[in-house]
């Protein structure tokens, strides 16, 4: 569980904007044997790399200022002695090698080797709304831990698709988050996002369009989560 608490750690020390390179360079020197034999769950796993994404998007846009599209896809971070990209994070480990721009439904055939290995054994479609990438229209951040992570996903779920979600009877229109658009295959279709609506929110989707709403990009660092959830 140490590792874990390393990404919790590292994560707390940027909502108090404390230095961070301590945890940086404990992450720089784990031996990548102990960080797979310690991530040896999903819930590990997902804890880990989505505390451990939502610090360093923070560092590198508030404190190293790199901006869209680098800071996505080039491999500031290291671990374990190798070199990940926030793309690596999102699309090669937390949704098992999935092309981004594919709706969620194709998976990478050209994944690197290390990739695979670190990647969970099924995607999980509750971590869009963990993720966070300084919009506006982003989740906001929290802290997970493995014990408690289901839980934690789920309140992150509900409390984000309650702000997100507008019925229009009189139009038979629903309004939901683009995030559901942008990744349509890891939700299960259409179909799988009314099952979502349903199950979550209680909404009746029989007869009603699902209408994506514009996503705002205005940049809002530090967005953490006031409804207590943490670790």
Known sequence: MYIN???????????????????????????????????????????????????????????????????????????????FSLDDIEHGILRRNRIKWSLGYLGNPFAPGLLKKLAVSQVDWRIHFALNCGAKSCPPIAFYSPEKLDRQLDMAVLSFLESETEVFPEKKEIHVTRLFQWFMGDFGGRGGIQRILKEKLKLETAGMKLVFREYDWEEELEKFSLNGLSA
Request: hydrophobic share 40%; proline share 4%; with cysteine.
């Open 5 to 83: 608490h390393l990404s919790e750690n590292l994560l707390l020390q940027v909502k108090m904007q404390e230095p961070s390179d301590k945890s940086l360079a404990q992450l720089e020197a784990l031996p990548l044997a102990s960080l797979q034999a310690a991530l040896d769950s999903d819930a590990r796993k997902k804890a880990f790399w989505i505390n451990t994404y939502n610090a360093i998007y923070q560092i590198l846009r508030r404190d190293c200022h790199v901006r869209k599209p680098a800071i996505y896809r080039q491999k500031f971070l290291k671990i374990a002695g190798k070199s």
